[in-house]
């Protein structure tokens, strides 16, 4: 497929600051893209690049094509939805949304057209002589996407813009902007720090940390596959536990925990006598009083046990006192599933461990000198 | 998914009480005693009858009012509003500009480039305008400094002659009334959010557009009250315009004092300082009503 936004190696920096650290990316033409990572991670220096509101410091920008690493934003076919939704205060919302078209220098009678067409496809018909002074927050949003997409651009950026709405406006957002794009088929590139978000309307998703890509795949290979302890961590739940490689016999690699629990992962994968580290969803925990036939099922202790309206989320703390959070789906009316004290018994399929990283053991990767500590202790 | 608006925003401003009014009494007091009542006697005594040097007969005529009509004192009038206006549009030209770099400077800079142009006010009006005559001088110090460069064109005379011309009666009052000019337009430069100019260009709007479309309608409060601040004292400004113009360029200003000073016609002069007024209220009424509304309006 050809690709309608292509980042080549690019670098930001800020005086001593490197926002953004070499990154490629490729967006495909009608793909919902989104940028995920915390506050300051890099991900909005990224756009702001794509939109043209900054320069890259080393790198290219490829947009359709072409190149427009340096072109200003009005020279480039893409618009952008703004966090604050900066909605031109001293213009009605039809002045607003026509204010593109107008710049385009687009004859009138085709503003007017596509005008009230872009203000159909928000729903805000009715609404063209108020003042965004006069709008709820829901509203403003939805004649910025307008205003944006009455452009017909290449490609629609989106910093952030449902952080101002409330959480059950947000949800509606999201399906209402997932729906627009799938119905337009304009590419969508879109920044935010909710996982929910990114996971709710996402073709595919870049993990971003520390102005770098950790991460870039499909909403599910992202989630299930998480290749770093920071993706594992940032998108969904994760328990991330340390392990030492015990054994492997090609099919099954058995994992010991500080030698409190001993786990089995998909074989093949790793070394024995390497550390690894592993992450477990808390949803692939299933927990239950009686002792299923499983043997690799092990013991653990409920610590606290919260309601979260669909599930429950459980503290385990195994034999070796370990700590695991597991989330147990609502099943009749029982407010609390586990009572804190019980002894529960774990089962984890060896399909949802998933590796993160493995090293090799200190013995192998550093010469075996007295740690201070060893040394202390021979005196 | 359109949920129900409110068609006002709704207003969290109570009305005072008469804790408020006590706040604002010396206010109006101030305003009282020194505007309304000195405005008053001039209004009563424009319509008295002159009787030559300083003497007043309370008899009430109009004839004040006609001899405004004149043409030596429309004349007059008139000179008035053409320099105060080119002041006031060469103020919003420069000062435009040194607003803008203010107030997108970094925050912790603004304060020490406000003070910049806050410095000329540290130094009396008068002794800074008599150092003008000293630069402008036919033998002063611009013209030694650019007969030393040399960077005087032939076609111009040597040394170049400002002092006692309408370019040096332009330079003292621009010089003047700039700060007036620019902390107005700085407000409300710093209030603009950046953006909007973001938002401007992503629309396509180049730096042209971008000014006369977005940024110059959402500052225009600040450059209507400059115009205001610089206008309206501008057309009354005296002495200056003596000093800068050796004598020769008389405005409005000039007549009114040399009507009440050294026995003049005070009734008259009362009656131009209510013309005066009248134009004042005219400026404010184009600047903060009508015109605002037309570009914003846009």
Known sequence: MEHMVEVRSVRKRFGNFVAVDGVDLNVCAGEFL???????????????????????????????????????????DVNQVFQSYALFPHLNVWKNVAFGLRMKRVPSATIKQRVEQAIGLVSLAGFEHRKPSELSGGQKQRVALARALVCEPKVLLLDEPLAALDAKLRRAMQVELKRLQSRLGITFIFVTHDQDEALVMSDRIAVVNAGKIEQIGTVGEVYRQPKTRFVADFLGAANVLSVQVLSDDGIVTRLGCNGALTLSAPGGQLEPGYSATICIRPEKIRVSRSRPSDDCAFEATVGECLFRGSNHQVQLTTTGSQSLVATVPCQGENDRPFTAGEKVFCQIEDDDVIVLDSTKPRSIEAPSSPSSQERQEAQ | MTQAVAIQPISNVRRPGWRGWGLFAPMLAWLALFVVAPTAILLVYSFFTGEGIGEVDTHFTLQNYQRIFTPVYLDLFWRSIVYAGATTILCALIGYPVAWYIGRAPASRRGK?????????????????????????????????????????????????????????????????????????YTSVEKLDPSLIEAAADLGAGRTRSFFRVILPLTWPGVAAGILMVFVPAIAMFAVTKIMSGGHIRLIGDEIQEQFEGGGDLPFGSALGMALLILFLVTYWISAGRGAKELRGA
Request: hydrophobic share 50%.
């Open chain 1, 34 to 76: 989104t940028l995920l990572g915390p506050s300051g991670c890099g991900k909005t220096t990224l756009l702001r690049m794509i939109s043209g509101f900054e320069t890259p410091t080393q790198g290219s920008i490829f947009l359709a094509g072409r190149d427009v690493t340096r072109l200003p934003p009005y020279r480039r």
């Open chain 2, 113 to 185: 480039l406000l003070m910049l142009v806050m410095i000329p006010f540290m130094t009396s009006f008068l002794i800074r305008t008599y150092a003008w005559l000293i630069i402008l001088h036919e033998h002063g110090l611009l013209n030694g400094f650019l007969e030393a460069a040399h960077l005087i064109p032939t076609v111009f005379s040597h040394p170049l002659n400002i002092l006692y011309t309408p370019t040096a009666v332009m330079i003292a009052l621009v010089y003047t009334y700039l700060p007036f000019m620019i902390l107005p337009i």
